[in-house]
Every structure is written in structure tokens, then in C-alpha cells.
């Protein structure tokens, strides 16, 4: 969530953004004009955002490649018990 504090200095009033989305590091700067400090903090938080959703994403692909090869091993191994078991009754049978 972004916030906005106004503050006044010697030389004018300046405006701090401060960006604490959940996941992320907190950041922060300082800006002559409101309009700038807005545009920056919906930026950064839409920014974070989309990089947490490329990391889910990334994450799931990784976790679907995982299973995918998995089920192939298990397919293999499936395989070579029934050539083992065909094999076994050929001979005694």
C-alpha cells in the first residue's frame, strides 16, 4: 500500500512516497510535486506487484515441469515391471 506525506521544508513543501507492499522491501522518495509522487507510487506498487506474480508463476511452472516428470519416470518404471512380468511367465509357462 502506498502512502503520501507532505512535507515542509526551508525551501517549499516537497511530497515522499513510500511504497510497503507485502513480500517486498520498503521504499520511499521524495518529490517536488504531488502529481509526481502519485504517478511514482502507483507505478512502483503496480511494478512489485507483477513481480510477485511472475515469481508465483514461475514458481508453478517449476512445480508443474516437477510433476509432469515425474509422471514420466512413473510411466517408465510401469512399463518395465509389465516387460518383467511378461518376460517371468514366458519362461515357466
Known sequence: MASIKKIKRKKGTVYKAEVRPRGHQYVSRTFSKLSDARNWARRTEKEMRLSVTDQENAR??????????????????????????????????
Do not use: W
Open 60 to 93: 508453478r511452472e517449476y512445480t508443474r515441469h516437477a510433476l509432469i516428470e515425474e509422471v514420466e519416470q512413473l510411466r517408465k518404471e510401469i512399463r518395465q515391471l509389465k516387460e518383467d512380468f511378461r518376460q517371468h511367465n514366458h519362461e515357466g509357462g
